[in-house]
């Protein structure tokens, strides 16, 4: 009786997962042509919007002004929150590797096209200070994942300053990071991410709202791909300008990449990542243990305001393809001692600002309008509070 029944069920059952087979299957289909549709949309609608012509020039939208003023209370939040016992840091780039000694000599054969704002003069050589960071508020561990900072700055520059009170400083400033374009494309976006960050939000920084065209999710991923695990020494990465500048009457981004091929063959020993600055060590192995000098160019890359370069969106990454980087100076950094107290807390008082520069290499967008106003108030409060005590 029971095998009888057994065997009528057999056909029912197997009927019945073949039907559920084919169901999952078909769904499976359909979801997978569903996707792969959404995808091809996706693909052609971002084509679509970024593409060239863009505008050669500086587009302010309405509102930047006060957009700013809400960036800066967030920034000095930030710089209160991470304030190292007594210490009041930088709201970026916190924890430096070191400030060294760096010779900036201008191409000797430089094209003259290229021979703009401090590049006027083939084979001038400038004296400068580069500073070398991690990207983060915190002074952390340096094998946790996050961008560099590579800072220069130009000494003894003559000419007109950009910031009228500044006009004392004759310099010229390089102020970059290891990835080529930034998690945010304006400053609306900027001060809405960033007081999120601030709340202590990361992932949930970039969905501000249950309206999925508020969603960022492009730019949640340039987030994590600029958090990056550290090089094996801050001479071993390269460097973007990230966002535009002046170059003469054009527009352009900057890089500074490793030369080695212009300095003395060197392999740095490896070096134990597990301690907290080793990035530090690596530095001072090369230029002050072992006394071999770093190499780097420093190159421009021009905007073609027929292609999709545009000024105002800082996450759009000007493509090597549209126009390429040509190098207008080699960048020396000699054997030095530079770990010391005394040069450290000097590196620690220093400040570096886009803006810390002559005309022929303005900053511009968006962006860089935010940033003059930041940093002249971070690097104000930061100084201010350090001298109280
Ligand atoms: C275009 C992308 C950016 C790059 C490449 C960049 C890079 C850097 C670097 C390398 C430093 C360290 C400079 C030093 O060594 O002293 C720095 C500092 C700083 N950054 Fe940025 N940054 C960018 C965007 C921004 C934005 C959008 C803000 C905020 C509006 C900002 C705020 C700051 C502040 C407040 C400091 C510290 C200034 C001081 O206290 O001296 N940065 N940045």
Partial sequence: MIMTTFKKDLPLFARFWLWLGRLLGKTLLVLLCIGLLGWALATAWFAW??????????????????????????????????????????????????????????????ATELRQGVFSEPGKTWQATMRLSNGNAYPQF?????????????????????????????????????????????????????????????????FPGWDPRTWQVRHLFIALATLSPPPPSPTQTTYFSVSPYKFGEANAKFRVMPDPANCPTYALPAQNQKLPNFLRNALNQ????????????????????????????????????????????????????????ALNLQCDNQSFNPWFGVEAHRPIGGINRLRKAVYEAVSDYRHSRNAEQ
Wanted: proline share 5%; hydrophobic share 40%.
């Fill in 142 to 206: 340096d094998s946790i994942r996050d961008a560099r900072g590579m800072a220069i700055k130009l000494l003894d520059v003559p000419g007109k300053q950009l910031l009228s009170d500044q006009q004392r400083r004759g310099e010229q400033d390089f102020v970059m990071f290891s990835h080529p374009n930034f998690f945010v494309s304006d400053v609306a976006e900027y001060r809405q991410n960033v007081a999120a960050q601030a709340d202590g939000k990361k992932v949930m920084a970039f």
């Fill in 49 to 110: 919007q970024h593409r060239g012509p863009v505008s050669a020039l500086e587009q302010i939208p309405d509102g930047e002004a006060a957009m700013t003023q809400d960036v800066i209370q967030t920034a000095v939040r930030i710089v209160d929150q991470h304030r190292e016992s007594t210490r009041y840091l930088r709201d970026a780039h916190a924890k430096a590797h070191g400030c060294v000694k760096a010779e900036v000599q201008v191409l000797p054969d430089l």
């Fill in 286 to 341: 090369q230029l002050s243990t072992d006394r071999v000098p770093a190499c780097f160019v420093l190159q421009i890359q021009r905007q073609d305001a027929g292609k999709y370069m545009p000024i105002e969106d800082t996450s759009v990454e000007w493509k090597e393809s549209d126009a390429p980087f040509q190098t207008v100076a080699r960048i020396n950094v000699p054997a030095q001692d530079f770990d010391t107290p």
